[in-house]
């Protein structure tokens, strides 16, 4: 083991590993948080807490994360290269350590232009691969990036984030040998809609033999209603829904497209997890999370493994 | 090249409010290239100068010149002769002209005309597009001959991110994605692998990190 980390135990034995997601609030609401966390615990081994997400300001991360710890959940701590530099990022990962932090994904963020400060300067000091290289160089040689040693260094289990669906599709799979190559030891994926293509991406991830070397796990995001599904297909950047699926949740009456959309998420994982190299999910229920329950225990990943 | 866009009439009208007798001075560098402040553009911002000042009922004595490099200590001494007798210099050149002036001439006011963009390429009639940000430790040996510094919305150096569409950028359609570009390159050049080779963090001294920079050659002192 590389670390303490919960997730880093449960895919250790094997079984596929789950994790949620708590969007922190825009604005000083701990109670917000604790709501969201609540409803996970016991369905996830882990529980993403985003940064910034979507380029708006919302609750730090680590602030949200620390929340999380109190309530003996385990927090994946996101960290966007977008809004700090690598003294910052730096200087956040000793105290979320210092919190019992262990787990952190690391991303270079949506650009500012999509949030609500476009306006704002966009740091990008590092990006996210050059981030999982500092994360590890920190926990593996005990060194700052800038080269001086570190007193008990940070041991962190370190995430990045996948995307199959963005193009180049062919230069997909060596980005993520990229991440590899830089000490990444789990990937989170894009929300997955389109199996067919996922499938095709992991049977490359599969043939360098890059899934043995990092934990995959595919993205999930059931969809509330077919204007969501329109939504995501048309306006989110790295996106790929197919026609069939917007058209399934037309096909339905408007009050029951939110079940629908649950539906289609637990087939999707019933589907997702014969895939070679998928070695858990992590289901981002954005503003939804007190369906995660139900989605973990139809999708068979309940009860939760004791690690 | 350096390129650079006229202010808004309002705005430069607004800078030299109060002024009766202005010196207009462009570049035949850059500028002039990219049609942002030339002889050219000097002569039509000195008529619409004193078009506007017309309308509002004032006189307005602009006289133009134009240099030629505004950059340049000798050329700017050119100006010295007509300093006296105006009441603020109004530059057409980049940034770097407008500071020439200003330091050449300690007791003149000048204004600048123009906003400067970008160190930029023409892709055609009328475009220019940002190539090179003077990062001071150039990198596009590695990538294929394109800047993932100036052209990659996010700075990437190891990228495409996953918003990467159509071989566009997340940011807009208009923009091309820097990586897949890179990535077409590369392929042209029969280096793909290189591509997983990691470019670590990058040390930004030579560039604006390390303050404002300067370069000294002794053999030319
Ligand atoms: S790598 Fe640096 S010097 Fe080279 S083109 Fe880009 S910004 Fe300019
Ligand atoms: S889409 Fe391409 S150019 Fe735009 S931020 Fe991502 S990698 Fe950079």
């Known amino acids: 083991m590389k670390t303490e980390s919960v997730l880093e135990k449960v895919f250790a034995t094997g079984e596929l590993a789950v994790t949620g997601e708590c969007g922190p609030p825009r604005g000083a609401l701990p109670d917000v948080v604790k709501n969201k966390a609540a409803m996970l615990k016991g369905y996830v081994d882990a529980v993403n807490v985003t940064d910034n997400q979507t380029a708006m300001v919302r609750m730090s991360s680590f602030a949200a994360s620390v929340f999380l710890r109190q309530m003996d959940l385990h927090p994946v ?14 200087s956040d990962i000793l105290g979320a350590y210092s919190h019992g932090i262990n787990t952190m994904l690391c991303l270079s963020g949506d650009h500012t232009q999509f949030g609500d400060h476009a306006m704002a300067a966009n740091v990008h ?3 996210s691969v050059q981030l999982i290289q500092t994360v590890r160089g920190m926990r593996d040689e005990g060194r700052f990036q800038g080269g001086a040693e570190i007193k008990n260094p940070p041991k962190m289990f370190i995430g990045a984030a996948a ?3 963005a193009d180049p599709f062919e230069l997909r799979v060596a980005r993520l040998a990229k991440k590899v ?11 997955i809609y389109n199996i067919d293509k996922f499938e095709t991406w992991m049977e490359g991830v599969c043939k360098r033999g890059l899934h043995e070397e990092v934990y995959i796990m595919a993205g999930i995001t059931p969809m509330k209603s077919a204007g969501m599904a329109r939504y995501m297909k048309k306006k989110v950047p790295g996106m790929d829904v197919p026609d069939e699926l917007v058209k399934r949740m037309e096909g339905v009456p ?3 497209q939110a079940q629908e959309g649950i539906d289609i998420c637990v087939e999707s994982i019933e589907r997702l997890r014969e895939v070679e190299g998928v070695s858990g999910f992590h289901i981002m229920a954005i503003e939804w999370e007190e369906k995660v329950p139900e989605i973990v225990q139809r999708a068979g990943l309940y009860p939760r493994p004791q690690v | 090249m350096i390129t650079a866009e006229r202010k808004p009439m309002d705005e ?10 202005i010196l207009l001075v462009g570049c035949n560098e850059c500028v002039t290239v990219c049609a942002a402040g030339g002889r050219k553009e000097v002569a039509l911002l000195a008529s619409a100068l004193q078009m506007a000042s017309m309308k509002k009922g004032r006189a307005l004595d602009v006289r133009e010149m134009t240099l030629e490099r505004q950059c340049d200590p000798e050329y700017v001494e050119e100006l010295a002769p007509h300093i006296g007798q105006v009441d603020a210099v109004l530059s057409m050149a980049c940034g770097c002209g407008v500071q020439e002036i200003a330091r050449r001439f300690k007791t003149t006011r000048v204004f600048p005309a123009l906003n400067t963009t970008f160190m ?3 892709e055609g009639p009328g475009i220019w597009a940002e190539r090179c940000q003077g990062c001071g430790d150039c990198l596009l040996g590695l990538t294929g001959g394109i800047c993932p510094i100036a052209r990659c919305a996010k700075r990437l150096m190891n990228g495409p991110c996953g918003g990467s569409g159509n071989g566009k950028c997340e940011i807009s359609d208009d923009v091309d994605c820097a990586w897949h570009l890179i990535w077409e390159r590369m392929k042209e050049l029969g280096i793909e692998d290189r591509y997983e080779d990691v470019i670590s963090a990058k040390d930004w001294r030579t560039g604006r990190g390390g303050g404002p920079r300067r370069i000294v050659r002794e053999d030319l002192k």
């Open chain 2, 12 to 21: 430069i009208m607004e800078s030299i409010d109060g002024c009766g007798r």
């Open chain 1, 254 to 256: 408007k009050e029951k």
């Open chain 1, 77 to 90: 701590f996101q960290m966007v290269t977008r809004d700090r530099n690598r003294l910052a990022m730096q």
């Open chain 1, 125 to 127: 000091d590092l990006d």
């Open chain 1, 163 to 165: 995307n199959p669906f």
């Open chain 1, 181 to 191: 190559k830089a000490g990444v030891d789990f990937i989170q994926t894009q929300c």
């Open chain 2, 120 to 122: 930029g390429a023409s």
